[in-house]
């Protein structure tokens, strides 16, 4: 039987949320989004849930008409970034509380994702812009970093990828969660947080993020890097495959930056 949708409650780049029901949401992709990677995503889901992350719970796999969806738990709550737009008197408390949140996710091993290098070169393997040759150097560079412990990376952890709800702050959209090096997850963060716009964002909240994610960056790092066996140099030395690697994702409006960011750092 195929479930009833209720009303729309938030749009992506690549999906659409739903209501289903009183207590769970689809999120249901568009038509052309690959399955591979709707798989992807159920399969993480799934892993991260079991493993006792602070996550919404996972109920699978649905298709409704031509569109594949994930099934989760519905959060009562707004997202860290709505709170910052609201109450931006509040955002070193809620900086701090993103810190903290991204290392304790960094606690944890989950067998089972994917290696976040393997996803990394086949990123930098398809990224538009690079010749052959710098991607070549920079997967040679992806190669070189240091080999650490494999953690939970979440791969799109920023402020609207949490929600602050009645059971506690939780992470949201583990598409991209992989196994890996916290400071290439910390690098990732970083970035976005520097070019990062959500799809569906206002012109409000557009301002809100340039006046704040400056400020929000560096404290974020401070707070995250405070007491922690990563350095900044560590952090940093990830985020030209980084920006290369984001490259694929094809969004247009970052490509001058993130060709600038992964480039500098290898011969030309």
């Not at 009833?4 to 989004?33: N, S, W, Y």
């Not at 993103?98 to 067998?111: C, D, I, M, S, T």
């Not at 790092?221 to 030395?237: K, N």
Request: charged content about 25%; glycine content about 8%; overall charge neutral.
């Amino acid at each position: 039987m195929t479930p009833d949708l209720g009303p729309r409650i938030g749009v992506g780049r690549t999906a659409e949320v739903f209501a289903l029901g009183d207590d769970r949401v689809v999120k249901l992709f568009q038509p052309d989004f690959p399955h591979a990677a709707i798989q992807t995503e159920a399969r993480a889901s799934e892993l991260i849930a079991k493993a006792g992350l602070p996550a919404p719970a996972f109920f699978g796999l649905v298709r409704i008409d031509d569109r594949l969806g994930t099934v989760y738990e519905r959060l009562e709550g707004e997202t860290m970034l709505a709170r910052c737009v609201r109450h931006p008197h509040e955002l070193p408390g809620l900086i701090r509380q993103f810190a903290g949140l991204h290392r304790q996710l960094h606690q944890f091993e989950v067998p089972g994702l994917i290696p976040y290098r393997d996803s990394l070169a086949e990123q930098i393997e398809n990224a538009p812009g690079l010749s052959t040759a710098q991607k070549d150097q920079l997967i040679d560079r992806l190669r070189r970093l240091p080999e650490g412990r494999q953690v939970v990376c979440h791969g799109d952890f920023h402020p609207d990828n949490i929600i602050l709800s009645k059971r506690g702050t939780l992470v949201i959209d583990w598409m991209t969660a992989r196994s890996g090096e916290a400071a290439a997850d910390v690098a990732r963060t970083l970035l976005l947080l520097a070019i990062g716009t959500p799809a569906d964002a206002g012109a409000l909240t557009r301002l809100a993020i340039s006046l704040f994610q400056r400020f929000f960056s560096r404290r974020y790092q401070a707070h995250y890097l405070q007491g922690s066996e990563i350095s900044r140099p560590e952090v940093q030395a990830w985020l030209p495959v980084i920006a290369a690697a984001r490259l694929a994702e094809g969004i247009e409006d970052e490509t001058d930056r993130l060709l600038k960011l992964a480039t500098t750092a290898i011969r030309s």
